[in-house]
């Protein structure tokens, strides 16, 4: 895949305070599938599945609240994505970014190493 921009990439250090603080003017997204979210998933994150990212996207407010159990993100506010590793996270920056999304950043190492640095004894 070809990309236009480079996501800007957080560190554990700076996703930590937004998993402690969340708030409804910033999301932290989870992009992997349910099955894997299931496994565990960072505090404060919500789930959208990159598969059904770019669809999501075009959905209105009311239908996609309805649908993912949290308001849809405004084209300005804080968005966070993450996955197991970080790669699919990255294309979802592409995704919201091509959708008009202009606050987009990547947890790089994502869940493996949130698990890592959390010290937590699950396994992918």
Known sequence: MIRDWDARVLSYEE???RTLEPGVDKYLI?????????QGALPS?????LSTLAEALHLNPLNFKEKFGFDKPQHDQEIVFYCR???????????AKRNGYTNLYNYEGSWLDWVQREGGNKTQ
Not at 31 to 38: G, Q, S, T, Y
Not at 85 to 95: H, L, P
């Open 45 to 49: 994150a919500v789930n959208l599945p």
């Open 30 to 38: 989870d992009v992997r599938e349910p099955d894997e979210v299931a």
């Open 15 to 17: 996703v930590k305070p």
């Open 85 to 95: 590793s970080g790669k699919r996270a990255f294309t979802a920056c592409d995704v």
